[in-house]
């Protein structure tokens, strides 16, 4: 039985697929806490400790204790060893795919303002895929993507010819290509116009076909709407142009709540579903 079709008769992955599983999305996020880690697999926290605990014995993952804004957290990381194990057995599970390059180890040197933000865009990941978005990129990992009408490639070549990158880009599952970006907090005015000119003339070449903010609640959510679609000029050069309101049409403002539909209760994501974006 395949484990695509595990998972459609929600048959329950065994220890090894289940490391593999989570070993394949370390080794493009690098490091998680365990809260990503229970929503990956669809498990409890009690359940993913056993799994966390074996791993960490036979040294596929380690963990750290790092400091972040208004506490501490306790990240999971792959270690060079669990990148070995996943290439070792990488072709049981999908053969026509390759592992992603060597990912960054965890280190305790990470901004404790940096960490947070990154958990809530693999927070968006996992359930974006879940809802059948493919081809997901961090900006922040080091990828970088060419975004063409079929769909999105890694080609070495930056999305934007502007300054400004998205958190992430995707493919929804109706085919748009989506630039999104995770707002936990509310930047200024001018750097939002900035933004936001980039982004009308990446529109206007056809690098993408929208954009979402997704913001942690509904007030945070609101504010960033009212402040990005009170902008009505853009600097271009020396030039203060004009925005056509039917503009904002292509960019969109949800919660996390609201993100990619409501979790589903009853379905796991199995590694075929996972690895078929990459």
Same mark, same amino acid.
């Given at each position: 039985m395949s484990l695509l079709t595990k998972q459609l008769r929600l048959v329950k992955l065994n220890s090894l697929e289940t490391e593999l599983l989570i070993l394949n999305f370390l080794s493009f996020e690098s490091w998680t806490n365990d809260t990503n880690l229970c929503d990956l697999l669809q498990i409890t926290k009690r359940s993913l400790r056993k799994i966390l605990n074996a791993m960490l014995s036979k040294k596929m993952i380690k963990e750290v204790l790092v400091n972040i804004m208004g506490g501490e957290v306790l990240l999971y990381g792959i270690t060079s060893s669990g990148v070995k194990f996943a290439s070792k057995n990488y072709l049981t599970l999908q053969p026509s795919n390759a592992l992603n390059s060597i990912p960054k180890l965890l280190s305790t040197r990470l901004s404790p303002?940096?960490?947070? $933000? @990154?958990? /809530?865009?693999?927070?968006?990941?996992?359930?974006?895929?879940?809802?059948?978005?493919?081809?997901?990129?961090?900006?922040?990992?080091?990828?970088?993507?060419?975004?063409?009408?079929?769909?999105?490639?890694?080609?070495?070549?930056?999305?934007?010819?502007?300054? $400004? @990158?998205? /958190?992430?880009?995707?493919?929804?599952?109706?085919g748009d290509r989506?630039?999104?970006?995770?707002?936990?907090?509310?930047?200024?005015?001018?750097?939002?116009?900035?933004?936001?000119?980039?982004?009308?003339?990446?529109?206007?070449?056809?690098?993408?076909d929208e954009v979402i903010w997704v913001s942690p609640n509904i007030d945070i959510r609101n504010k960033l709407e009212n402040l990005i679609t009170s902008i009505t000029h853009v600097q271009i050069g020396l030039i203060s142009v004009l925005i056509p309101r039917n503009r904002f049409e292509r960019f969109h403002f949800m919660t996390y709540d609201d993100w990619a539909g409501p979790p589903i209760k009853t379905q796991r994501v199995g590694v075929s579903q996972l690895l078929k974006i990459y």
């Open positions: 303002t940096f960490i947070p $933000h @990154r958990l /809530d865009i693999q927070m968006l990941r996992i359930r974006a895929e879940r809802a059948g978005w493919t081809q997901w990129v961090n900006a922040d990992t080091g990828q970088v993507v060419d975004f063409h009408r079929e769909g999105i490639k890694h080609c070495g070549l930056p999305i934007l010819v502007s300054q $400004h @990158r998205p /958190d992430a880009w995707s493919i929804n599952p109706v989506v630039c999104v970006e995770c707002e936990r907090t509310i930047k200024s005015k001018p750097r939002y116009a900035a933004i936001l000119c980039d982004y009308l003339l990446a529109l206007k070449r056809g690098d993408f």
